[in-house]
């Protein structure tokens, strides 16, 4: 069946349930500088080998950031899909996203651009996200993955929410190293979307997937936005 893609970029639907007004610029700089400073905490939490003392002040530093913050004004506004988040498209940006949200100090972060009739990924995972030593957690090449084949099935001009993943771990993913991703539109049936993507370190396939998405109202999508 054929797949709707037109061959050059994704269809104007698939963020059309987006708010019209984006969050201001240097609002949203700032948000992607203090996750990032965050990210870069983390990672260096986990390699660190600091006295009990240091690791006490910096304890008391942090403590005292998260005070700060937690008093200041909150908004959990959806600003558009998790897997546009960095699409190129500055009204489709989710920066909530765990794994592609650039004002998500857990993400990685996995970033992914449309080209043509596929979409491709660069990532760089640091020590916060080991499982095997050196290797990156399967849990989170999973989650990448499924994040790439998010992105690939709206391509259809139809998204939808993840029905199956499957993953093949075909070699172990390295930490500190510039990943490739590739996911595609393999076929449309219905509402069934069927998406292919691979993790790539050089030349050598990390891990391979296929997922099932399965179309869904981009109405229900706003209304399950305003109900969380």
């Not at 400073?37 to 003392?53: F, I, K, P, Q, V």
């Not at 304890?59 to 960095?86: F, H, I, M, V, Y």
């Not at 139809?158 to 075909?170: A, K, P």
Request: aromatic share 6%; glycine share 10%; net charge negative.
């Amino acid at each position: 069946m054929q797949n709707d893609l037109d061959g050059r970029k994704a269809p104007p639907s698939h963020t059309r349930w987006i708010p019209d007004e984006d969050a201001p610029a240097g609002q949203r700089a700032a948000l992607h500088r203090l996750a990032a400073a965050l990210r870069g905490l983390n990672n260096a939490l986990m390699d660190t080998a600091a006295h009990e003392s240091e690791l006490d002040a910096a304890a008391q530093t942090a403590e005292a950031l998260l005070a700060r913050l937690d008093a200041l004004p909150k908004d959990r506004a959806l600003w558009g899909w998790a897997e546009s988040s960095n699409s190129g498209n500055t009204r489709a940006h989710f920066d909530s996203s765990p794994v592609i949200g650039l004002g998500n100090a857990v993400a990685p972060p996995l970033r992914l651009s449309i080209v043509e009739d596929r979409v491709e990924g660069t990532a760089n995972f640091g020590t916060a996200y080991e499982g095997p030593p050196g290797h990156v957690h399967g849990g989170w090449v999973a989650a990448a993955l499924d994040e790439l084949l998010g992105m690939a099935q709206s391509l259809t001009g139809h998204g939808g929410m993840t029905g199956t993943l499957s993953v093949r771990y075909r070699r172990p993913t390295p930490l500190h190293r510039d990943l490739t991703f590739v996911g595609k539109v393999d076929r449309v049936e219905g509402r069934k979307i069927f998406t292919t993507g691979t993790l790539h370190d050089g030349d050598t396939l990390c891990a391979e997937a296929e997922g099932l998405f399965i179309s869904v109202d981009f109405e229900r999508m706003r209304q399950m936005a305003a109900d969380r």
